[in-house]
């Protein structure tokens, strides 16, 4: 319970961070926040692997805000743990490595101006509890 009070408590901290990060630009930038594709529901993915996040770049805005990163979320956590960042949200794809993580259900969430995550999918990690 402390680990997950502590894991919230820096999570909020990086979203703080963000919103910081995003009201900077003076810019006027579209809010682009395209579905997740892949990992879906039933994906099951391995502690160590490589593997390509996708999300639907059909209809992107004429201007993308920059800082483009994918965060790995947990029940309603977004944990401070960074797939990717700095990658084009125009490519559709970018390649993670799947984190060390105790075996259990995750999603993705791709951050554009905000966060759209993927279908709850299985991670098989380095411990099972
Ligand atoms: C987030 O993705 C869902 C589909 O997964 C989509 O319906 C929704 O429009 C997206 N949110 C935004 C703000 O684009
Ligand atoms: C990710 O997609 C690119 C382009 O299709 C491909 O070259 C690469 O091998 C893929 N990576 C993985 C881990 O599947
Ligand atoms: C993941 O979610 C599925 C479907 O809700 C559930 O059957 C399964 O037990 C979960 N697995 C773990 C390791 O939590």
């Known amino acids: 319970?402390?680990?997950?009070k502590a894991v919230?408590?820096?999570a909020l901290a990086a979203l703080a961070q963000t919103g910081?990060?995003?009201?900077?630009?003076?810019?006027k930038k579209d809010v682009y926040v395209p579905p997740?594709?892949?990992?879906?529901?039933?994906t099951v993915w391995y502690s160590g692997q490589r593997h390509n996040?996708?999300?639907?770049?059909?209809?992107?805005p004429a201007s993308i805000s920059n800082g483009a990163f994918i965060l790995l979320r947990s029940g309603n956590y977004e944990m401070p743990l960074v797939l990717a960042h700095d990658f084009d949200l125009r490519a559709?794809?970018?390649?993670?490595?799947?984190p060390d993580v105790i075996t259990?259900?995750?999603?993705?969430?791709?951050?554009g101006d905000s966060g759209n995550?993927?279908?709850?999918?299985?991670?098989n990690g380095v411990l099972d509890f």
Do not use: C, K, Q
């Open 36 to 42: 997740v594709l892949y990992p879906r529901a039933g």
């Open 104 to 111: 259990g259900n995750f999603s993705v969430v791709l951050f």
């Open 8 to 10: 919230a408590a820096i």
């Open 117 to 123: 995550w993927s279908e709850d999918f299985l991670i």
């Open 53 to 60: 996040v996708t999300w639907d770049n059909s209809d992107p």
């Open 1 to 4: 319970m402390m680990f997950m």
């Open 92 to 98: 559709g794809r970018v390649e993670v490595t799947v």
């Open 20 to 27: 910081l990060t995003s009201a900077a630009p003076l810019e």
